[in-house]
């Protein structure tokens, strides 16, 4: 039997542990440690998930480990020098978004990565519903016609309350954007995909609903629903977006528009695309993932249940169950993971891979600093 293949994560809030989870459904990888700043907390995290070794060093356990890949899942002011670390002590790199906090970083870590010779992803995960790549196939067959216009949201509420903190609220760690940045560019990276068009214009709009937040004495993970009571809080001022609307020119001129929010209430996590075209529409959205609506002018209109009988050949490339067996959030790690480490066994970067890059993040970085400008100066502005 071959070697398993070692990997470490860095950074245990919310998105780490699913990293975890994802990686020990596939055959053939160890999770050999985790890090975090708070030794406490790593071996809390650790003892938990049942891992044995653990670091309040990401540099210690990278010496100390000498993994094959490792997981970038920390606040976003840390992924920069992080990857840099990893690539330049030749381990492959799979880094959540952003992929850092300016292009100028982004471009620096992918001329790194290609000199080293080494796998580098994203974790647009998003792409990996498998009706999210029905769609893309069903307008590369052509079957969607001339795309007429796109229509994009990702809203979610776990920032509804003031009481709701986060280190993503903090520009000294997140960057000048929350919304855009954060669940924005997964939006904007699935239009740019399925569509197979690129934005070249944008017009933002951005809204800071609580100008000043409760943040508590004590930490709250990502997506951790707790209510805190005032008296446990301090008043932070807050000076990036809960919202945005962007409207978007491609490069076909079509138009279309994006829109974000965290503060809305009911939606928890909710991606929702659609695209219509001279043919059809298509719609789809992140919290009945198993589900794609099909628009006809002159034919009934047809919800198509994610089922690999049914699909285009790409899609049921990543799905694992039959149909009605559904598959959601946890699935989509799952299947990229599959796609990356398999490159990872190789070696090597594909010439023509199959999943998001670091080029994928560099686009996503070009593309928010661009609305941020646009936002600011309040006019159309060129990608």
């Known amino acids: 039997m071959n070697k398993p293949v070692k990997s470490v994560v860095a950074g245990i809030g919310f998105i780490g542990p699913v990293h975890i989870e994802s990686l020990r459904r596939l055959l053939g990888i160890e999770v050999s440690a985790i890090s975090h700043s ?25 010496e100390k480990e000498k993994p094959d890949v490792v997981h970038i899942c ?14 330049e002590n030749g381990i492959h790199v ?8 300016s292009v100028k970083q982004a471009e620096e870590l992918i001329v790194l990565a290609e000199k080293k010779q080494l796998v580098h992803a994203v974790n647009f995960n998003i792409r990996y519903y498998p009706l999210v790549r029905q769609m893309k196939a069903i307008r590369e067959k052509g079957e969607l016609g001339a795309i007429y216009s796109i229509i994009g949201t990702y809203l979610q509420d776990w920032l509804f309350f003031a009481t709701d903190y986060n280190w993503r609220l903090e520009p000294e760690q997140s960057g000048e954007s929350k919304a855009v940045a954060d669940i924005g560019s997964h939006l904007l990276d699935i239009i740019e995909y399925i569509s197979g068009l690129h934005i070249t214009e944008v017009f933002a709009d951005f809204s800071t609903i609580h100008p000043v937040r409760k943040k508590s004495i004590n930490p709250i993970e990502t997506y951790s629903g707790k209510l805190v009571k005032a008296s446990e809080t301090v008043d932070v001022p807050v000076v990036t977006e809960d919202y945005a609307t962007v409207l978007l020119r491609f490069n076909n001129n079509t138009k279309g528009v994006a829109t974000v929010s965290q503060v809305a209430a009911g ?17 789809w959205h992140s919290e009945k993932p198993n589900e794609l609506w099909i628009g006809n002018r002159d034919a009934p209109n047809t919800i198509l249940l994610r089922d690999p009988s049914l699909v285009d050949a790409a899609a049921a490339s990543i799905i694992s169950y039959p149909g009605g067996h559904n598959e959601g959030f946890p699935d989509t790690s799952k299947q ?13 970067q594909p010439a023509e891979p199959t999943y998001p890059t670091f080029k994928s993040g560099l686009r996503e ?19």
């Not at 970085?365 to 990608?383: A, D, F, G």
């Open 38 to 62: 708070s030794i406490t907390s790593a071996e809390k995290k650790a003892r938990e998930l049942g891992i044995v070794n653990y670091y309040a060093n990401y540099a210690d356990m990278l």
């Open 94 to 101: 799979v880094c959540e978004k952003p992929l850092a906090t």
């Open 336 to 348: 990229l993971f599959k796609e990356i480490y398999a490159a990872v066994r190789s070696g090597t």
């Open 365 to 383: 970085l070009i593309l928010c600093e661009k609305i941020i400008e646009s936002n600011k100066k309040q006019q159309w502005v060129k990608i």
């Open 74 to 87: 920390t606040p976003n002011h840390l992924h920069y020098d992080m990857a840099k670390l990893a690539l």
């Open 267 to 283: 939606r928890k996590n909710r991606l929702s695309l659609e695209i219509s075209g001279a043919s059809k529409t298509l719609q």
